[in-house]
């Protein structure tokens, strides 16, 4: 798989984030924006969404936050099908972004043409994608689902009857297969960070912290998924982490999901799984690499000079907000 240039951040001093968060919070006074953070950016990006009535969430919240706030334009600090997704959900507002080179490995690996291909094959199935694609995968969609909605909307469309094509989560969409019981035929796809948590390790971890509870999100492979104590959406996971009794938390996600862990759980000692076997040099390299390419200075830029707008043709964003729609539909009625 090409997974394309993945820039490096660059880190920057206490001084310089403290302008940099200056500039941007009178930028967004003056232009009427609202910064939408996912879970896994820099946390100074997160701390500095919740600091002018921005949002961090995961994808699920973050669509319908955009969808209704009263700003005219959203900053999605993520990758960028989520900016893509925002653009198709409010059309009318601008739609700015860090960069337009943070992409996501499951996106990557579901090309339109071939995922269309894949999709005539099975004409008598419902085709079911993951949030984490292109625009133009989801309007070749009849649904579109993020991890904390995925099962119950599947468990919903068995229950009707239906036979299920679901992309691109090969591990996501077995977990869901298995908890179901539905008729599922899976496309082969993967994170690139939640593949790579190992079993071996994170046994060895549990041994030595016994009394730690395990958090696994879906995306990983099965044989973790197995020994978790909860496994769920990265809103899931952070509620579940406030709730168990346990001081201490193992975690197989990224790495940035430690800000907003942290504020449910003060107290706690949270662990990152380990990803690497023996020998590596690298013992947990949990952090999707596109994430971190969102920081301060690229997102002040986007709102200084409106950089990386993001525009999603009109016939594929009508398709795509059907299936989007049909989500936020299912949702509202489960609340």
Not at 43 to 56: R, S, Y
Not at 65 to 86: I, R
Request: net charge negative.
């Amino acid at each position: 798989m090409h997974l394309g240039k993945i820039q490096q951040q660059v880190e920057c001093t206490s001084e310089e984030a403290a302008t940099y968060k200056k500039d941007i919070k009178q930028l967004l006074d003056d232009k009427n924006a609202v910064i939408v953070a996912h879970y896994y950016t820099d946390p100074l990006i997160q701390e500095l969404a919740e600091e002018t009535g921005g949002l961090v969430s995961d994808s699920l919240e973050m669509a319908r936050f955009g969808n209704s706030h009263t700003a005219s334009t959203l900053v999605v600090a993520g990758v960028k099908f989520m900016g893509e997704t925002a653009k198709i959900l409010t059309p009318e507002k601008t739609v700015l972004m860090p960069t337009l080179e943070a992409t996501c490995s499951l996106d990557i690996g579901c090309p339109v043409e071939d995922f269309s291909n894949f999709c005539d094959q099975y004409p008598d199935r419902t085709v079911v994608v993951y949030a984490n694609t292109s625009a133009a995968v989801k309007a070749r969609a009849d649904w579109v689902v993020t991890s904390s909605i995925a099962l119950d909307v599947v468990d919903y469309l068995d229950a009707c009857g239906k036979k299920i094509l679901w992309a691109p989560d090969k591990y996501l969409g077995s977990y869901i297969q298995k908890k179901t019981g539905a008729d599922m035929l899976l496309w082969d796809g993967s994170c690139i960070v939640h593949e790579e948590f190992k079993f071996q390790g994170i046994a060895r971890l549990k041994k030595i912290y016994p009394d730690a509870a395990l958090l696994v999100h879906p995306e990983s492979p099965e044989a973790i998924v197995e020994i978790a104590d909860v496994v769920g959406s990265t809103s899931q996971l952070i509620k579940a982490s406030g709730v168990l009794p346990n001081k201490q938390m193992i975690v197989a996600t990224d790495v940035g999901i430690f800000y907003k862990m942290q504020q449910a759980c003060p107290g706690k000692e949270l662990i990152i799984a380990p990803t690497a076997g023996e020998g590596a040099t690298c013992r947990s390299c949990a952090s999707c690499p596109w994430m971190g390419m969102n920081d301060l200075k690229n997102l002040m830029e986007s709102l200084k000079f409106n950089h990386n707008e993001i525009s999603v043709e009109k016939n594929i964003s009508r398709k795509a907000m059907a299936s989007l729609q049909r989500m936020l539909d299912f949702h509202k009625q489960q609340l």
